[in-house]
T-cell receptor, first 115, second 111 residues
Framework: TQLLEQSPQFLSIQEGENLTVYCNSS?????LQWYRQEPGEGPVLLVT???GGEVKKLKRLTFQFGDARKDSSLHITAAQPGDTGLYLC?????WGAGNNRKLIWGLGTSLAVNP | DVKVTQSSRYLVKRTGEKVFLECVQD?????MFWYRQDPGLGLRLIYF???????EKGDIPEGYSVSREKKERFSLILESASTNQTSMYLC??????????FGPGTRLTVL
């Protein structure tokens, strides 16, 4: 069974601090996505990484895919209250005998950035 | 802009009622998904559909059924709602590289 473990589960920091959240697995994934979900809303895709060792930047957010495509990290520089939310990672995996794919989801990191 | 809409944001039903949750996407995607999200359990896949009238069971299909008569619309049906089906229900539509676009969710309470 493929699993994605996210850490930490909860994080509360002050505005301006830096933070890193992790997404780890013993399985290899064809791609990995990061989503942010605000309370009462659906997850919104932030980024997709597909190549081992890939680094992508989205303003103050830096995403890295591990060389072996088993893990990923999200680093936020100078966090702001607007970064508050649930950060979810999801790995792409084949499913069944056909060409179907599904996402394996982590449980998320709940981030609170206090003013 | 990509858009996935769900018929209701909040829904309250009684045990034993039949419940329909509707999802519509405007992106012409072939693949659509229904998840439920519960604290401590994360997102769990109920059903997905890879084409009109085609469906596959997800990880937790018991107590649910689905319908996909048109490409843009994917419905989740609770044949006889139970209290353990109280949850946040999320519909998603798939782009490439497994990327999924989600609707705003329906928070269902079964009394």
């Amino acid at each position: 069974t493929q699993l994605l473990e996210q850490s930490p589960q909860f994080l509360s920091i002050q505005e301006g601090e830096n933070l890193t959240v992790y997404c780890n697995s013993s399985s290899v994934f064809s791609s990995l996505q990061w989503y942010r979900q605000e309370p009462g809303e659906g997850p919104v895709l932030l980024v997709t990484v597909v190549t081992g060792g890939e680094v992508k930047k989205l303003k103050r957010l830096t995403f890295q895919f591990g060389d072996a495509r088993k893990d990923s990290s999200l680093h936020i520089t100078a966090a702001q209250p607007g970064d508050t939310g649930l950060y979810l990672c999801a790995g792409g995996a084949r499913w069944g005998a056909g060409n179907n794919r599904k996402l394996i989801w982590g449980l998320g990191t709940s981030l609170a950035v206090n003013p | 802009d990509v858009k996935v809409t769900q018929s209701s944001r909040y829904l309250v039903k009684r045990t034993g009622e039949k419940v329909f949750l509707e999802c519509v996407q405007d992106m012409d995607h072939e693949n659509m998904f229904w998840y439920r999200q519960d604290p401590g359990l994360g997102l769990r896949l109920i059903y997905f559909s890879y084409d009109v009238k085609m469906k596959e069971k997800g990880d937790i299909p018991e107590g649910y059924s689905v319908s996909r008569e048109k490409k843009e619309r994917f419905s989740l049906i609770l044949e006889s709602a139970s209290t353990n089906q109280t949850s946040m229900y999320l519909c998603a539509s798939r782009f490439d590289y497994n990327e999924q676009f989600f609707g705003p969710g329906t928070r269902l309470t079964v009394l």
